[in-house]
């Protein structure tokens, strides 16, 4: 079955270092996305791409790079970790190009803690 | 900009009580609307959608109808059971200028706990 799929599932880092988070989907979906989560913020976009090659800043992208080499995977790198960047992260995606009426598929999460 | 504002929880009911979570919205384009849930552990999963105004979507005895004229999409169930404890979060996706985005914006979420 298709999926979408993140790694790693937990992870403790501390301030200052360099993390990347990996999301992986198997859809060919044209569409993925990252998302923090945090309470009372509900999710929150950070990166998002339309395809290979195409990448865009979120609501809150400050800190954060993502690459799209090729339409499976959408890295989410955090240059320099900060405790603020402690949250869930979630990955999505969706098939129809730009389209406001698909569904978005998400991942099963990453729980980032930045000590 | 766009928005999208739950009612806040959390919310506590009986088995087979009767739900309604608010949501109302404020889209510069025309939004289609959501409703995901998240179950405890997981990640989140599209319980209803609708698309334009009137529309009703409808899932597992959950329903929610578009209200263009009071910009709101709130989710009901007649009768909860223990397993629809999670997180339901409303969100829209806005088509804007002629160009489609298909990002979500999301209400803060409201928690839902359901005893036997």
């Known amino acids: 079955d298709a999926e979408i799929t993140q790694s790693p599932r937990h992870k403790i880092t501390e301030t200052g270092r360099q993390v990347t988070l990996a999301c992986h989907q198997t859809w060919n979906h044209n569409n993925m996305f990252w998302y923090r989560q945090d309470l009372g913020h509900g999710l929150r976009l950070i990166h998002y791409?339309?395809?290979?090659?195409?990448?865009n800043k979120g609501e809150v992208s400050d800190g954060y790079s993502v690459s799209r080499s090729n339409t499976e995977d959408l890295p989410l790198t955090l240059e320099s970790a900060a405790s603020s960047q402690t949250s869930v992260y979630f990955c999505?995606?969706?098939?129809?190009?730009?389209?406001?009426?698909?569904?978005?598929?998400f991942g099963p999460g990453t729980r980032l803690t930045v000590l | 900009g766009d928005s999208v504002t739950q009612m806040e929880g959390p919310v506590t009911l009986s088995e087979e009580a009767f739900l309604t979570i608010n949501c109302t919205y404020t889209?510069?384009?025309?939004?289609?609307l959501f409703w995901y849930v998240q179950y405890p552990g997981e990640g989140l999963q599209l319980l209803l959608k609708?698309?334009?105004?009137?529309d009703k979507g409808s899932n597992k005895g959950f329903e929610a109808t578009y209200r263009k004229e009071t910009t709101s999409f709130h989710l009901e169930k007649g009768s909860v059971q223990v397993s629809d404890s999670a997180v339901y979060f409303c969100a829209l996706s806005v088509v804007s200028g002629g160009t489609s985005y298909g990002k979500l914006t999301f209400g803060q979420g409201t928690i839902l706990t359901v005893h036997p």
């Open positions: 609708a698309t334009k105004a009137d």
């Open positions: 889209a510069t384009g025309y939004p289609s």
């Open positions: 999505a995606s969706s098939r129809l190009a730009g389209a406001n009426t698909d569904t978005q598929y």
């Open positions: 791409s339309y395809g290979v090659q195409d990448t």
